[in-house]
Structure formats: C-alpha cells, structure tokens
C-alpha cells in the first residue's frame, strides 16, 4: 500500500475542460471515448467494466459516530456530530467553489468552534485537538474489512480518494486496520480541491494511468458517487444511515447499492466478475 499525493495540474485541467465542454460525453485517456453513466429512467446498458475500485473513506469505510463522545461531551448531545459532519461537508464545497483551500482537518475543527457559537457553549482548545486526533482514530464499520474482502478476492483493484490530508503518523485508514486491502491511499490535498470537484476524480484516474471508465467509486454520499459519474466513473452507493439514492430524473444513478458494505460488493462482482 502507498500513500499519494501528487499530480499533474496541467493534464488534470485539460481533461476538466474536455469533459466540461463535451456535457455527457467524457474523453479518456489515448484518445478514448467514454459514454455517459445512466440517468434515471434510462437503461444501464452503456457502462464498461471496471477492474478498479476507488472508495472514499470517511463515513464509508470507517465510522464518523466514533466521533460521538465528542459532541457528547462539548454539546450534551453525540447527535450534534451528525450536524457537524453535513456542516463540514457544506462548507467543503463552498471552499472548493470560492476559489480557497484548507485542509479538511483545520475545516473540521472550525465548524466545530462554529457551531459552539451557534450553541452557545464553550469550545476548547483541548477540544479542537481532540477533534483532530479522533478524526485521525476512528474505527472501521464493522462490515468494512468482509466487504474489502471479498472484492480484493475477487480479483478487483482497491484504492481509496479522502477528502482528509496526509498526515505523517499515518492514515485513518492504518489506524482503523484496513490499510491492508488498500493498493494505494490518494488525497485531495494533491488538487487542493474537495470532492466532487472532478479534479479529484481526474487525478486517481491519471495517476493510475487509466482512464475513467475503468473505475467505480464506492461511497457512503450520494453527492460523491454523482461527482465521480460526471467525469466518467461508475458507481456504488453504500448507504448507511442518514444516507440514500437521490431518485432525481436526469441525474445518474449508482450502479449498485446496499445498506453494507458486503452487499455492494456481491452487486459490482456479479455485475462485473
């Protein structure tokens, strides 16, 4: 397993512009065409077939409710750290579309001040850093290493994209046990742009020297798996509490979704093995 944080930014930027320009068709690698994915009430009847599996991590493979005695601490309420999350995810994106950049750990820890205002309760600094090295510690679902299994036995290629940065004492991922399944660990902090931003996507695919077609992204949000199909990408929906498909037409679809991990993978490898 390595851990990447690297790329090109002028190949990314003209695959972005390529793929901008052409709408729902998307330009592959050598020359490449790549159809559109599926959108409701259209058949799936135009999506290659993926030997690489790209999952996001937080939420997805390892579990954001560790978090909890957190916000059960700070706010009364482990509930909050629901609140926290869809926060930090909103102005993820509204970082991305503004033009900025901050790591998505330095984010964290100022929607958790923010939202101590919000409250009216106190936020210490000992919280902010315990944020941090609980964002860095979080378990595993416990379905994340069967499911992991079954596709790396299966004979697919396991790579993961986080919105969280490097960080020199390790990935979230190694302190939750599952680096083992992972061939590489890629970051967002390499593009500087959060996902769905589709450099984020582009960058796994260029580095992987692959184009996007060869790839299905597994994730716990809708707006990841709609982010990844828009640059070319299959998906899979693992949906966890709080989470689901967005039944919107004209807007494309998982190919596969579950409320397990395990049961995505059975759907990708009868689809695709």
Not at 84 to 101: E, H, I, K, R
Not at 174 to 189: K, N
């Given at each position: 397993m390595t851990t990447d944080n690297s790329f090109s930014f002028g190949r990314r930027k003209l695959l972005t512009g390529l793929s901008a320009a052409l709408g729902t068709v998307a330009i592959g690698f050598n020359g490449a065409t790549l159809l559109a994915q599926p959108v409701v009430g259209q058949p799936d009847n135009r999506v290659a077939k993926p030997s690489i599996i790209v999952f996001d991590v937080n939420e997805t493979l390892i579990d954001i409710e560790s978090i909890g005695p957190l916000f059960e601490r700070v706010f009364g309420d482990r509930r909050v750290?629901?609140?926290?999350?869809?926060?930090?995810?909103?102005?993820?994106?509204?970082?991305?579309?503004?033009?900025?950049?901050?790591?998505?750990?330095?984010?964290?820890?100022?929607?958790?001040e923010m939202l101590g205002t919000i409250y009216k309760v106190p936020v210490r600094a000992g919280d902010v850093e315990e944020l941090r090295t609980r964002m860095l510690s979080m378990t595993a679902h416990k379905d994340s290493a069967e499911g992991l299994r079954m596709l790396k036995e299966a004979g697919f290629r396991l790579i993961t994209l986080t919105n969280?940065?490097?960080?020199?004492?390790?990935?979230?991922?190694?302190?939750?046990?599952?680096?083992?399944?992972?061939?590489?660990?890629?970051?967002?902090?390499?593009?500087?742009?959060?996902?769905?931003?589709?450099?984020?996507?582009?960058m796994?695919?260029?580095?992987?020297?692959?184009?996007?077609?060869?790839?299905?992204?597994?994730?716990?949000?809708?707006?990841?798996?709609?982010g990844a199909q828009s640059v070319g990408l299959s998906a899979g929906l693992v949906a966890r509490p709080g989470n689901a498909v967005l039944p919107v037409h004209g807007l494309p679809q998982p190919q596969a979704v579950a409320s397990d991990l395990p049961g995505v993978a059975r759907q990708l490898i009868?689809?695709?093995?």
């Open positions: 750290v629901r609140e926290w999350f869809n926060q930090l995810v909103l102005y993820s994106d509204a970082v991305t579309l503004s033009g900025f950049y901050v790591t998505f750990f330095t984010l964290a820890q100022g929607v958790l969280s940065p490097p960080d020199p004492k390790g990935s979230p991922l190694e302190h939750a046990g599952l680096s083992h399944f992972i061939e590489r660990q890629f970051s967002i902090d390499a593009v500087r742009r959060f996902k769905p931003a589709p450099q984020a996507y582009h796994v695919a260029e580095l992987l020297d692959v184009p996007p077609s060869a790839i299905c992204l597994v994730a716990a949000h809708t707006w990841d798996t709609m009868a689809l695709w093995r």
